[in-house]
């Protein structure tokens, strides 16, 4: 409570009792001037009466006696007066007093506590007012509370699903807090990276993991994170031990939006193929062992053998003793392969490699030829290759003089992408030193550079020309870019790992009940298309469809449909500016009869939702005819007419203007995903309020629709 809430009862209590006495008191004074006045016209009198048969000293005397018992008389009056003010006013405030106190015990002390008072008269409602509002406060607070036990038994199920999930998972997976801490490791990763009995709970990642590699990542997350974008970073650890731990690190994001900590999920590379091995290792002995056992147990029989053949056995023997032994030799290389076998890689960027590896060596001053060549993505591990750049910049800084100066540039050429320093001036070093430099990360085994560069599919190599010295590193481009870097900054949103709702058990209906089942309780696909144009009766194709699951309420990001489709036709310039599709993008995309099939099993039995929906059932209606198979004749609902319906006389009913008027923000506007995204939320948004105005099953929200429908069109003709 603050200093202002403490003030103002003590205030208001000693004011109300001060006005209270002071308005009895002005309701005295005005009878008692009047008394007074009269008084007063009465002594003139009588002064002026005995002045003409009594001197004037025993005048004055007389008035000065008078005078006193006036006062006296005044005195009395006004004490009286007073006293019966005072009493009134705590009569008045009796009630009130009982009020507050009754009032401060259930607010602060017991709920269940009511105020007790017979004045028959308005106090009196008003402290039964406060009655029933303490047992309607009573009641919300044992709903509260029961909801809050329902929570908490919800919340602990899951956490018991949850960790069930987490012990039987073959991955490891560890959360940290923002700070890099660890707040929770499931059993698999405290095997996988040797805690033994230790939970790991607390400890930094820095202190399990190679620590150069792991901040070079979260610095990635971070980034991303604060731009917008995706932040799943995949990600490579080999710890001292030999182990080679391949995963993925993402943001977790917080209550309110902002990042919380991080999740890592990984396994054991070397681990797998080491299995891999012992696998086949039985198979590869069993032949020699069982030969050479056979032999040596006829031997045994045949003691008295002929020496000729005693020395044949031997021979088979010693034979396949040689074929054990170079099973086990196989065996060895398998395990010397494991260990020095190529990284995995992942989809990078040349650019933000080389510039990554400059912030590693701030020492250097490195010229970077600019110009407006497009550098493909390549295929690498992102920190061995730009530690494979800082140390090649390390090494030039310091085999060359003052007067040298470095410049680098990226070329693409023949399948690769070629990184080259170039060197002027004085140099000293002897580039056949390059290939056993050491690339040492904190935490790691230090590896050669030619092995960092092999392990990551690159070449690398120098020549000199006149004064120049010119290391060259390639990489191999990557083959495929994914449509997401075409969506304008389209991503994914929170990820789904889990629906623990799917657990509750929830009617089963069929399709002939849809119709009179509850809104909540059914499962709706929320689709969207991108054509060629809106002309398809002219023959504008799709070229993108996209659906969003809903169940129980809730979007399922996880369970989504997405396909660009190739239209079989140009698609004109003045659409491409709206969805940015363009015809290299889905020259290798399925065609649309392809795609229906696929999206028609993704549909199965739920309701379809659109906006504008007789545009984008068009489009299925082609696309069925065009493969020749039955059109999906689920029932669907349209947010368009649910929108007039429920905001009618309001302006804007496109998505634009919905979303904006829910507060909902569009990501990838003019993609089918992020439509469809969208018009999943509005949706949501929609049906919430479709229970006030009568609506509560389909067969009632598709009236709803055809109602408004029927009244836009007969609006229209006047």
Not at 117 to 140: P, R
Not at 164 to 174: C, I, K, S
Not at 524 to 545: H, N, W
Not at 619 to 640: K, S
Request: net charge negative.
């Amino acid at each position: 409570m603050t200093a202002i809430q403490e003030e103002i009862p003590v205030r208001r209590k000693r004011s109300l009792r001060r006005r209270m006495i002071a308005s009895f008191l002005g309701l005295a004074l005005f009878p008692m001037i009047a008394a007074m006045t009269g008084l007063f016209f009465v002594v003139s009198d009588y002064v002026a009466e005995i002045q003409r048969f009594q001197p004037a000293s025993q005048v004055y005397d007389q008035f000065i006696s008078a005078s006193i018992q006036i006062a006296i008389l005044l005195a009395i009056f006004g004490g009286i007066i007073t006293a019966l003010a005072w009493r009134m006013a705590n009569q008045f405030l009796r009630p009130i007093l009982e009020i507050r106190q009754g009032a401060e015990l259930i607010a602060r002390i017991n709920l269940d506590h009511r105020i007790v008072l017979d004045t028959g008269d308005e106090l009196e409602d008003l402290a039964l007012e406060f009655n029933h509002m303490a047992e309607n406060l009573g009641k919300a607070y044992d709903e509260l509370e029961e909801r809050v036990r329902e929570a908490t038994r919800t919340v602990q199920e899951e956490r018991n699903r949850l960790a069930t999930v987490l012990r039987t998972m073959v991955d490891g997976v560890v959360v940290a807090n923002e700070a890099g801490e660890t707040i929770l490791m499931n059993p698999r990763a405290r095997i996988i990276l040797d805690m033994g009995y230790t939970s790991g709970i607390g400890n930094p990642l820095s202190r399990i993991l190679p620590s150069d590699r792991l901040n070079f990542h979260l610095k990635r997350v971070r980034q991303r994170w604060e731009h917008g974008r995706e932040t799943v970073e995949d990600v490579l650890f080999p710890l001292p031990d030999g182990k080679l731990l391949k995963g993925s690190l993402s943001a977790i994001p917080g209550p309110g939006g902002e990042r919380s900590g991080f999740l890592l999920v990984f396994r054991n590379l070397n681990r797998r193929k080491s299995e891999e091995t012992l696998r086949e290792m039985p198979q590869l002995l069993r032949g020699p062992l069982a030969a050479t056992s056979s032999l040596v147990e006829i031997l045994k029989r045949h003691r008295d053998m002929p020496a000729e053949k005693q020395m044949a056995f031997l021979e088979a023997i010693d034979e396949e003793m040689k074929r054990l032994n170079e099973r086990v030799t196989a065996i060895d290389e398998a395990n010397e392969a494991a260990q020095s076998t190529n990284w995995p890689t992942t989809v990078s960027y040349p650019r933000d490699l080389l510039k990554e590896s400059l912030l590693l060596v701030p020492g250097v001053q490195v010229d970077i030829e600019e110009d407006d060549i497009p550098i493909p993505p390549v295929l690498v591990e992102p920190f061995s290759w730009v530690s494979s750049l800082s140390c090649v910049l390390k090494w030039l800084n310091q085999s060359g003089t003052e007067q040298l100066s470095v410049s680098a540039n990226l070329r693409v050429e023949e399948g690769t992408v070629v990184t080259t320093f170039r060197v002027k001036g004085p140099f000293k070093g002897n580039p056949a030193e390059l290939e056993a430099l050491e690339v040492s990360p904190a935490g790691e085994q230090s590896l050669p550079l030619g092995d960092v560069v092999r392990k990551n599919r690159g070449e690398f190599w120098t020549r000199t020309s006149g004064e120049c010295l010119e290391v060259r590193l390639a990489l191999l481009q990557a083959d495929v870019v994914s449509e997401g870097d075409h969506t304008g900054g389209l991503f994914d949103g929170e990820p789904e790992f889990y629906d623990f709702d799917l657990f509750l058990p929830r009617p089963i209906i069929e399709r002939t009940d849809q119709l009179q089942s509850e809104l909540c309780d059914l499962e709706y696909v929320v689709f969207d298309t991108e054509t060629t144009g809106l002309r398809l009766s002219e023959g504008d194709k799709v070229i993108s469809i996209s659906g969003v699951r809903i169940r129980r309420g809730r979007i399922q990001n996880a369970d989504k449909f997405h396909s660009l489709v190739n239209p079989g036709r140009p698609i004109p310039p003045e659409s491409i500016k709206f969805h940015h599709i363009e015809d290299h993008m889905v020259a290798d995309a399925p065609s649309m009869k392809q795609v229906y099939q696929q999206f028609a099993e993704f549909v199965g039995d739920s309701v379809l939702v659109a906006h504008n929906a007789a545009f984008d059932k068009k489009c299925l209606e082609l696309a069925a005819a065009e493969a020749g198979l039955p059109m999906i004749d689920n029932p669907i609902l349209d947010t368009l007419f649910l929108s007039y319906g429920i905001h009618e006389g309001t302006e804007g009913h496109g998505l634009d203007a919905m979303a904006e008027r829910m507060g909902i923000a569009i990501e990838g506007r003019h993609t089918s995903l992020g439509d469809a995204r969208a018009t999943a939320q509005v949706f949501l948004g929609l049906i919430s309020l479709l229970p006030g105005r009568g609506v509560h099953t389909l067969a009632d929200a598709k009236a709803f629709c055809d109602r408004h429908l029927l009244l836009r069109w007969q609006s229209s003709r006047f």
